[in-house]
């Protein structure tokens, strides 16, 4: 919350430059890090498409990525990127039913610099990229999240996104379209040592869980 200790940035919010790269990759290390995520999971990140986010996003017929750059020192304090499903979550693109798929689009890639949380700018982010979905005539936004990873799902949460299902992976294993997981229903009730697990840091559980949120626009 922003008070006179702690007030809100002055912030632009514009697309993606060719020099802000290093500065982009740098947040989206420091964004994960900060949950004690393993270096596994923030360089498969990197290798997949962090590595050239202008061929990646920019260049993707309705994929984005946007820059919340302070206006005091020019600064990237904040960054979130949007694509088309089919290419944002390629392997849950091919279990929606056809009506929704082309619909849906993927919010990816927010971060917030830690000195910058909580001050308004992960909600402008978002607001954007909810602006041009519209536009672009998506229905519908779905992304993942780790169940450790709480600030993000209190923020989803309170944006108005809904739990789907979680995805369970064993331990340091990466999410790609090869590796087996087990389903948690959000209905069913989970079980307790899985609820224990969630909420533990990456390097100290012995499974990692996949949340999906989805949100109508
Ligand atoms: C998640 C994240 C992007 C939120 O950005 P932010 O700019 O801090 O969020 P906002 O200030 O717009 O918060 C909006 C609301 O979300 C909720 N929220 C945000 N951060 C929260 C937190 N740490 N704990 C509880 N609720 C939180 C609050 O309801 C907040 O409103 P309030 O501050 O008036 O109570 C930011 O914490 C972040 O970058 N975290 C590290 C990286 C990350 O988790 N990225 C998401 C990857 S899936």
């Known amino acids: 919350m922003a008070s006179e ?3 809100s940035p002055s912030i632009i919010i514009r ?12 947040l989206f290390s420091a964004g994960h890090m900060s949950y004690g995520n ?11 498409d962090i590595s050239d986010i202008d061929k990646n996003y920019m260049q993707v017929t309705n994929g984005h990525w946007w820059v919340a750059v302070s ?6 304090i904040g960054q979130i990127a949007i694509l088309p499903l089919k290419i944002g979550d ?8 056809d009506d929704e798929c082309d619909q849906t689009c993927e ?24 602006e041009f979905a519209r536009e672009r005539g998506f229905n519908q936004v779905h992304l993942t999240t780790l169940t450790s990873m709480d600030k993000a799902c209190a923020f989803y949460e309170r944006n108005g996104f809904v739990k789907g ?11 790609v379209d090869s590796s087996e997981c087990v389903i948690l229903d959000p209905n069913a009730t989970i079980p307790e040592e899985d609820q224990r697990q969630m909420k533990m840091q990456l390097d100290k559980a012995a499974f990692l869980y996949v949340q999906h949120y989805f949100r109508k626009l």
């Open 5 to 7: 200790a702690n007030p």
């Open 15 to 26: 697309s993606f430059q060719a020099s802000d790269l290093a500065q982009c990759q740098a």
């Open 38 to 48: 393993a270096k596994i999971y923030i360089d498969h990140a990197m290798r997949k």
């Open 71 to 76: 206006t005091e020192d020019n600064r990237i």
């Open 90 to 97: 390629p392997s849950f693109y091919k279990t929606m039913s």
């Open 107 to 130: 919010l990816i890639r927010l971060v917030v610099a830690p000195d910058a949380q909580r001050l308004g700018i992960g909600k402008k982010l978002i607001s954007t990229l909810f």
């Open 165 to 175: 299902h979680i995805e369970k992976y064993s331990r340091n294993d990466v999410k």
